[in-house]
């Protein structure tokens, strides 16, 4: 199973394998990353889970490739 996760350059945390310091970490420096994912993930609760996982990635990639801030990057496990 592919694992996809958006984190940002300077957090010392893997999001995959110690999500609640990653999070802490993230919210401290006032990132809201995953509130941020929310926003533009175009999900649904119709969709599969494969087709769910995929607008993830698919947000994911869109956030790192636009990138204004230069802080974010994908993590693949």
């Known amino acids: ?6 984190t940002t350059v300077d957090n010392p945390y893997n ?3 110690d999500f609640d ?3 802490q970490y993230d919210e401290e420096k006032g990132y809201f ?8 993930v175009r999900g ?8 769910q996982d995929q607008a993830i ?3 994911i990639d869109e956030i790192v490739n636009l ?6 990057k994908k993590i693949v496990a």
């Not at 990353?33 to 533009?40: G, K, M």
């Not at 649904?44 to 087709?51: I, N």
């Open 1 to 6: 199973m592919r694992i996809v996760m958006l």
């Open 15 to 17: 999001p995959i394998t």
């Open 21 to 23: 310091k990653w999070k």
């Open 33 to 40: 990353t995953c509130e941020y994912l929310a926003r533009i």
């Open 44 to 51: 649904s609760d119709e969709l599969s889970e494969t087709d």
């Open 57 to 59: 990635e698919n947000a």
């Open 67 to 72: 990138n204004i801030l230069g802080i974010y």
